[in-house]
Structures are given as structure tokens and as C-alpha cells.
T-cell receptor, first 115, second 111 residues
Framework: SQKIEQNSEALNIQEGKTATLTCNYT??????LQWYRQDPGRGPVFLLL?????KEKRKERLKVTFDTTLKQSLFHITASQPADSATYLC??????????????FGTGTRLKVLA | DGGITQSPKYLFRKEGQNVTLSCEQN?????MYWYRQDPGQGLRLIYY???????QKGDIAEGYSVSREKKESFPLTVTSAQKNPTAFYLC??????????FGEGSRLTVL
């Protein structure tokens, strides 16, 4: 079965630096992979989606890469700010049943940006 | 406002009781999902639905039931058969390009 691995340890970085989070998966490459932000006690919020034929996707200070050879996605936040502190979840589509995709989520990496 | 509304935000249940979590959306999305989130674990899929009157079991459906009588609504019932129901429950819809839109969640605690 498909598995996702995210670094379960919290990542602390200094304000202004680039944060890099890793998402590894074990089996077949999904058609696309997504990143979400989750604040404590809140629902996840969609950030970026990258397709298997895309190497890189950008949105403002966010950048996602997708390496199907390494079975890995990297999520970067440049010029990080304390407001970026949150848990970031990686998700990939896993199977298409009855006209609907199923998604599998990683456990998330907690990022803390220090002022 | 467009979005997904989950209620109640907090819910307490006594052992042996069934409880129902509400999920309503006005995004006009077809697919809806229920996930459970526990500390240190990823979101786990309970049930999902593509269209009205149709739904499929996810990875951890035992002890849960759902209905999809209207496109806008996808309530989840946590039955007494669910042995460890204390968790954070999240409802989501799927957008037109594959992204998921989540509600604010319902936290269920068994007393």
C-alpha cells in the first residue's frame, strides 16, 4: 500500500530564512501531490498542487518540487515569517474509485519560525 | 460566505451513545469526504461520496455511518460500535482541480 513519510520532528528556523519540508512516498507515483497548512484546532487549508509532469510550482513565497524518480516532494517557504508557523501536510491521490479520488495524508511537519 | 460548515465544534458523548456530526457545503462540489485526525497520525479516510445517494467506505469505516440525501449535506454518525471515537473529525469537499476544501472540524470526546 502507499505510504507517505514526513519528518515528524518540528522544524525551527530563523525569520527570513528558507524553510524546506520533505515528503517521501513509497510506491507508485501519484498523478498529483498537494500541500496543506494546518493551524492548531483548525481544518487544513490548501496551498499548492503539483502534477507528475511538473517539476516545480510556485505561489508567492511558496515553492513545491516533485521528483518522481526519488519519490519525493520538497516544499519551500522563502523569507519565512513567524506567521508561517503551522503544521504542513503533504497529500497524494491514491486510487480512483467510483468516480472519486482517494487521498492519503502524511502526519505533517510542524514549522516554527523564530523572530 | 462560500465554504464548508461543520457542527458542532465540540461534542461530548457518553459511552453507548450514537452522535451525528453535521457537514454542509455551498461550494456546489460533488465529492465529499470525512477524515479522522489523531495526534501523531495523518488524516485517515472514513467515508467518501461522489454523488447523492452514493457513498463508499474509506480505510476506517467500522463504527461509522453516513448518508448523502442532498448534494450539500454529508452527515457522519459515530455509533456505539466505534470503540475509540475520541478524535478530531474533518469534513472536506473536492474542488474542480483536485484540491480539498476542509471545514473547521468537530472535536469529539467520549466521557
Amino acid at each position: 500500500s502507499q505510504k507517505i513519510e514526513q519528518n515528524s520532528e518540528a522544524l525551527n528556523i530563523q525569520e527570513g530564512k528558507t524553510a524546506t519540508l520533505t515528503c517521501n512516498y513509497t510506491n507508485y507515483s501519484p498523478a498529483y501531490l498537494q500541500w496543506y497548512r494546518q493551524d492548531p484546532g483548525r481544518g487544513p487549508v490548501f496551498l499548492l498542487l503539483i502534477r507528475e509532469n511538473e517539476k516545480e510550482k510556485r505561489k508567492e513565497r511558496l515553492k513545491v518540487t516533485f521528483d518522481t524518480t526519488l519519490k519525493q516532494s520538497l516544499f519551500h517557504i522563502t523569507a519565512s515569517q513567524p506567521a508561517d508557523s503551522a503544521t504542513y501536510l503533504c497529500a497524494l491521490e491514491w486510487g480512483f474509485t467510483s468516480g472519486t479520488y482517494k487521498y492519503i495524508f502524511g502526519t505533517g511537519t510542524r514549522l516554527k519560525v523564530l523572530a | 460566505d462560500g465554504g464548508i460548515t461543520q457542527s458542532p465544534k465540540y461534542l461530548f458523548r457518553k459511552e453507548g451513545q450514537n452522535v451525528t456530526l453535521s457537514c454542509e457545503q455551498n461550494l456546489n462540489h460533488d465529492a465529499m469526504y470525512w477524515y479522522r485526525q489523531d495526534p501523531g497520525q495523518g488524516l485517515r479516510l472514513i467515508y467518501y461520496s461522489q454523488i447523492v445517494n452514493d457513498f463508499q467506505k474509506g480505510d476506517i469505516a467500522e463504527g461509522y455511518s453516513v448518508s448523502r440525501e442532498k448534494k450539500e449535506s454529508f452527515p457522519l454518525t459515530v455509533t456505539s460500535a466505534q470503540k475509540n471515537p475520541t478524535a478530531f473529525y474533518l469534513c472536506a469537499t473536492e474542488g474542480y482541480t483536485g484540491e480539498l476544501f476542509f471545514g473547521e472540524g468537530s472535536r469529539l470526546t467520549v466521557l
